[in-house]
């Protein structure tokens, strides 16, 4: 689990750290953005490699939200409040990896 948490951490600052060399360069503004999506699909990976070994209705409802985002993504493209839900999502998800991660360490 803690290499999943560290993952996460990774997968988070992977924009905030291109948003940040942006200020030097504006092509890091785009790169930041476009790294958005590399971390919702490793944040989605880490929430698929979870399942196996952890049964938190969390995680159930971490991926039904995510699959409902993409699902009213395709047919309403055109809105932008919609593109609030990720960076919810992407808390949600690292909420879940600290509660799992927290259990785990008082199991042992």
Known sequence: MKIRSIIN???????????LMGLGD??????????TAVTGGIQVLLALTMLPNHSS?????YLAITALF???WY???NETGIFAVPP???????????VE???EKSIT
């Open 9 to 19: 951490y990774l997968a988070l600052a992977l924009p905030a750290v291109l948003a």
């Open 26 to 35: 504006d092509q890091f503004y785009m790169y930041a953005l476009l790294s």
């Open 57 to 61: 209705s969390l995680l159930y409802i």
């Open 70 to 72: 993409f699902a009213v």
């Open 75 to 77: 047919f309403v493209s």
């Open 88 to 98: 919810a999502l992407a808390i949600l998800l690292t909420y879940i990896i600290y």
């Open 101 to 103: 991660r927290k259990k």
